[in-house]
Each structure stands twice: as C-alpha cells, then as structure tokens.
C-alpha cells in the first residue's frame, strides 16, 4: 500500500497518515450555519471534503463521516459579538428560526447532491443535541474549567497552557486585554458556553438548562456532536482556514479539558479560500456571494464547478472569475465527451497509470496533478479504448465527476425543430432570424454550433 500523506495544521508538516483504528477512519466536519444559501465558497470546503474522504475510501479505509447542521448559537463573528445568525435569517425572510432552518437545511443538502458530495454517515444537527452540549458544559464545570457571570458560562481559557495551539497562539506575548464587547470575560480569550441573558429580546430557541434557559455558544456543538458519534479522540477533523484562530481552536480547549485526552482529534485539516477577483473573500454575509443556483441559470453545470476546484490544490486560495469557470466548463464538456466515445463494459486499468493516480492524490490530495494524468490518458495511443475507459472510471472515484452515469444527451424535437428553422435562415442568409433563434435555443439551455454538416446542439 502506498503511504498517505496529508498536511496536518495542528503540526504545519505534511504527514504520513496513520489511523487510529486500523483500517476505519472517523472524519468530523463543520457544516453549514443554515441562515442563509452556502455560497459556492462554502461549496469549496465540502468538495475539499468530499476529495478526502473519497481518497481515504480509495486507499481503503472505512470512513465515518460526520457532519454537523449549526441551527443555533452562530453569531455573526465566530466569537461572542454580533447578531445571531439564524435570527437575521428569521427577520430577514419573516419567519420562524425554526422554518429557516429547515428550508436552508434542504437547500445544502440539495446543492451536495448536485455536485456529486457523497452523504455523511452521519447528519447531526445541534438543535437535537442540547441535552448532550448541557452534558459537556457540566463536565466542564465540575473539572473547574468554567465562570459564570453576567447569567452566561464562560470556558475559562487562562487554565490552559496550551490554549491557541491549532494556531500557534504565543501566550506569553498575547496581551490578556479584555474583549471590548463583553465585559463579562476575564481573559481575552474566554468564550460563552451557555448564554442565558441573551442580547437578542427576540430570541426564538431557548432550552431549560442548570444555568437558567437560555441557548448555546457555537463552538460546544461540534465538541459534544463529535465525540457522541466518534468517540473520544478521533482521526481527522476539517473546515475553511477562517476555523482556525477561534472555532477549532475553541472545540479542541473544550474537549481536550473535558476528557484530558490528548491530541484530541490526530489530523487537522483546512481549505484555502475561494477569493474574488479584487481578492475578498466570498461571504455569507457580504453581498459577493454567488450561489450554486446562480451558476446553473447562467448556463454552467454544478460540475463545471467541482471540475474548477479541483484544478487548484486545497491549500491555495481560489480565485473565482467567470472566465476561468467557463473554463473549467469548457474542459469538463469535452471529458464527458471523449469518456463517453471510449464508453464500454470491461476493461483493465494499467498499473503504470493506477500507481502515478494514487501517487499525486496521497501526496496531500493533489487533483490537479490528478486531473492532468486524466488528460495524459487520453494522450496515450497505445492504451485501449475500454481500458481507457476502466481508467477513468477509477479515478472517477476520487474526482467524483459522475463519469460512469454520462449518457448522450437526447435532443428534444422543439429544440432539433428550432435547430432547422435556424439552418434553413441561415441557408437564405436571413442573420437576424438565425440570431434570434440562437438566443432562443441558448435559453432553453442547449447550445448549437455550426459545422460543415449543418449544425451540432448540446445540452449546456
Ligand atoms: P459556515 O456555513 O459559514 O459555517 O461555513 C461553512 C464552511 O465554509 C466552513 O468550513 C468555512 O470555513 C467555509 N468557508 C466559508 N467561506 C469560504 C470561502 N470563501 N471559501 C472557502 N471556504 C469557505
Ligand atoms: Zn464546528
């Protein structure tokens, strides 16, 4: 078996992957605040994801994915300061905080499908998991980890030495200041476990708890929802770059007190993000946001767009412009329609190409390295047409582009009638109709392209 190196953050190396347990593997990743559409930033961070668990699979590994639905306790700025998130949604859209979840809930889960994520082994939702994130704060408690003040439980960060090191915090030099909004935290660090005097009146989720009611700070929920379904320590826990300074660093401190367990979780691994021309980050909260479904109505395919996240490796920043997606369009359409011209039952994958594959994508999951060995394939003169196509429908399982369901498109008879419409304009040099009839076709989402025969039409 060939060695899997991942890049760990916890130790800033690459590292040779080893698990826990000998051939499964527990994975626990940060899910989505369902306030609002995930923005195809966050769609970055679950194709990333998606990569590593697909990759552990391929080298055999049995993985337990899990995958946390944040409904409550979110603020707008990953620490203790801002508006509630998922109240925002509520008064933005004039319902219940309750009904936003749902519907946003949904919506994620829809986009994931779209781009071929595989389903976590396990969906958990924090809202479902009060009594367990209650448990966890009590834990707390009794170890002497926790204040209360001011109504809400605060995680006491100066009784730890090694509080920051996910982000290589220097204690020593870090002035201990008081955070300006809450006046409550005796070190600058601290962060609320449990809030009961809520700043929001209009607070929708409340639960009764030893603290008085009141709702959760974020970061508890993926400490009590990780353990519940992983255990203890754990393999491998990932998220976006932003994750790094205040949420993880915040979700190690609570359950490595908690259990005294250490290291927590063995392998910490972080997406780069994907960054605006100007070089701002897509935001949630910004108004650069562009979702999956805006893709779709301007003619791309949700995996033109997985296509184009795998072309840059997970630790770079991705720079998104249209230009660079029609791209990753342009190349994805014509993958799917050289794999489907070598389309055949059996086939053997040579080991030349299985072994340079699996090299680039255990080398800290390289796929555009990966997807160049894809287009070398092609290059190949001597290799057979259905053991080239048994090739990439083995990569397939790492990339995930759906290279095994590619069907020929069938044309339906209004767009062909359209099509010859358009022909017979073009015959009698008509170019305003054929122009008309073009965008009319483009609008029903196939695109057509004149050739010596006449004409070809595809499916956008
Ligand atoms: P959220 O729903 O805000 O909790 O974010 C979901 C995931 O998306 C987290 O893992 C974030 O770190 C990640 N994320 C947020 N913005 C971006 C971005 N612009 N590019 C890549 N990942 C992002
Ligand atoms: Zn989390």
């Not at 994915?65 to 700025?77: E, K």
């Not at 959760?216 to 770059?241: R, T, V």
């Not at 605006?276 to 909260?285: F, Q, R």
């Not at 083995?394 to 767009?415: A, H, N, R, S, Y």
Request: net charge positive.
């Amino acid at each position: 078996m060939m060695v899997l190196t991942l890049y760990n953050t916890l130790t800033r190396k690459k590292e040779s992957f080893v698990s826990l347990k000998k051939s499964s593997v527990g994975m626990y990743c940060c899910g989505p605040t369902v306030y609002n559409y995930a923005h195809i930033g966050n769609l970055r961070s679950y194709i990333f994801e998606d990569i590593l668990r697909r990759v552990l699979e391929f080298n055999k590994f049995k993985v337990k994915h899990v995958m946390n639905i944040t409904d409550v306790g979110h603020l707008t700025s990953d620490a203790d300061s801002g508006e509630d998130k998922m109240l925002k949604g509520a008064k933005r859209e004039k319902k219940t905080v309750y009904e936003i979840a749902e519907f946003y809930t949904k919506s994620f889960k829809e986009d994931i499908k779209r781009l071929i994520i595989l389903e976590p082994t396990v969906w958990c939702k924090a809202t479902d998991h009060i009594t367990d994130q209650i448990e966890l704060i009590q834990t707390l408690e009794k170890k002497g980890f926790t204040y209360l003040v001011g109504g809400n439980v605060y995680f006491d960060t100066s009784k730890l030495k090694d509080y920051g090191k996910l982000v290589k915090l220097d204690l020593e030099a870090d002035t201990q200041e008081r955070v300006e909004e809450d006046k409550n935290k005796k070190n600058k660090h601290d962060f609320v476990l449990w809030f009961t005097k809520s700043k929001f009146q209009d607070q929708g989720m409340k639960w009764k708890s030893p603290w008085g009611e009141g709702y959760p700070g974020w970061h508890i929920e993926c400490s009590a929802m990780s353990m519940k379904y992983l255990g203890k320590q754990f393999d491998i826990h990932c998220g976006g770059i932003d994750h790094i300074p205040v949420h993880h660093t915040n979700e190690i401190a609570q359950s490595e007190s908690a259990t005294g367990t250490k290291p927590w979780v063995k392998y910490w691994l972080h997406n780069e993000f994907l960054v605006l021309s100007k070089g701002e980050k897509m935001a949630k909260s910004g108004d650069n946001f562009i979702t999956l479904q805006t893709l779709e109505e301007k003619g791309f395919h949700p995996l033109d767009y997985r296509y184009f996240c795998l072309g840059t490796h997970y630790r770079k920043p991705l720079m998104f412009s249209w230009d660079a997606l029609e791209s990753a369009k342009n190349a994805r359409t014509r993958l799917f329609d050289k794999v489907l011209e070598h389309k055949s039952t059996v086939g053997k994958v040579p080991t030349k190409y299985s072994t340079q594959f699996m090299k680039e994508i255990n080398n800290d999951l390289n796929t555009p390295n990966a997807l160049a060995i894809v287009w070398d394939v092609f290059k190949d003169k001597k290799l057979k047409s259905n053991d080239l196509y048994a090739t990439l429908i083995l990569f397939d399982e790492v990339l995930g582009l759906g290279l095994k369901g590619i069907k020929k498109d069938k044309i339906p008879q209004d767009i062909t009638k359209l099509a010859k419409e358009r022909l017979q304009a073009r015959q009698n040099k008509d170019w305003t109709t054929s122009d008309k009839l073009r965008d009319e076709i483009n609008s029903l989402g196939y695109d057509i392209e004149d050739s010596a025969e006449g004409y070809t039409i595809k499916k956008k």
